[in-house]
C-alpha cells in the first residue's frame, strides 16, 4: 500500500547549519508529494509540494526534489535559523485524494 | 480569507464519556477532512466529505466514531463511548474541490485528553 517513510529525529542543528530531513515513499501511480510543517503550538501549514517527477518545491529557503528513480523527496535547507524550529512532516497525495504522513522530525535549531 | 476554524482547541474527559468536535473549513470548499494525529506520529485520515456525502470512511471506528456534515459546510466529529487510545489531536482540512493536485488546508485541531 502507499506509505512514507520518513528519516526520524529528534536533529539538533546550529544556526546556519546544513539541513536535511530525508523522505522516501511507496506508491501506485503518480502521487503528489509535500512537506508539511507544524510550529509549536500551531497547526500543519503547508511547505512546498510538487506535483510530477523532478519537480522541484521551495519556500522560505526550503526545497526538495521528487526524485522517481530514487522515490525520495528530502528536505534541505541551506542554513537555518531559530525560527525554523518545528516538526516536519513528509506527505504523499495518491489519485483518491488520500493524503499519507510520514511520522514527522522534530527540528530545534540552537543559536 | 479566514483558515480552517476548530473548536474546542482543548478537551478532557474520561473513558466511557461522549465528545464532540467542530469544523468550519474555508468558505467555498466542497471537500472536508478529518484527520487523528496521535502523539509521535504523523496525521491519518479518518473520514472525507464531498459537500454533504461522504467519499472515504475506511479507516473511521464506527463502533465508536461518527460524523456528519449535514450542510455541506460545517462538520462535526463525536466519539461515544471514548477510550484511553482515543487520546490525541483530532485535525479537519478543506480543499476546494477535493482534487487530485489540492493542497489541503489544516485547522489548529483539537487536543483530546482520555483520563
Known amino acids: 500500500g502507499d506509505s512514507v517513510t520518513q528519516m526520524e529525529g529528534p536533529v539538533t542543528l546550529s544556526e546556519e547549519a546544513f539541513l536535511t530531513i530525508n523522505c522516501t515513499y511507496t506508491a501506485t501511480g503518480y502521487p503528489s508529494l509535500f512537506w508539511y510543517v507544524q510550529y509549536p503550538g500551531e497547526g500543519l501549514q503547508l511547505l512546498l509540494k510538487a506535483t510530477k517527477a523532478d519537480d522541484k518545491g521551495s519556500n522560505k529557503g526550503f526545497e526538495a526534489t521528487y526524485r522517481k528513480e530514487t522515490t525520495s523527496f528530502h528536505l534541505e535547507k541551506g542554513s537555518v535559523q531559530v525560527s525554523d524550529s518545528a516538526v516536519y512532516f513528509c506527505a504523499l497525495l495518491t489519485g483518491a485524494n488520500n493524503l499519507f504522513f510520514g511520522t514527522g522530525t522534530r527540528l530545534t535549531v540552537i543559536p | 480569507e479566514a483558515g480552517v476554524a476548530q473548536s474546542p482547541r482543548y478537551k478532557i474527559i474520561e473513558k466511557r464519556q461522549s465528545v464532540a468536535f467542530w469544523c468550519n473549513p474555508i468558505s467555498g470548499h466542497a471537500t472536508l477532512y478529518w484527520y487523528q494525529q496521535i502523539l509521535g506520529q504523523g496525521p491519518k485520515l479518518l473520514i472525507q466529505?464531498?459537500?454533504?456525502?461522504?467519499?472515504?470512511d475506511s479507516q473511521l471506528p464506527k463502533d465508536r466514531f461518527s460524523a456528519e456534515r449535514l450542510k455541506g459546510v460545517d462538520s462535526t466529529l463525536k466519539i461515544q463511548p471514548a477510550k484511553l487510545e482515543d487520546s490525541a489531536v483530532y485535525l479537519c482540512a478543506s480543499t476546494k474541490a477535493g482534487g487530485s493536485q489540492e493542497t489541503q488546508y489544516f485547522g489548529p485541531g483539537t487536543r483530546l485528553l482520555v483520563l
Open positions: 466529505f464531498q459537500n454533504n456525502g461522504v467519499v472515504d
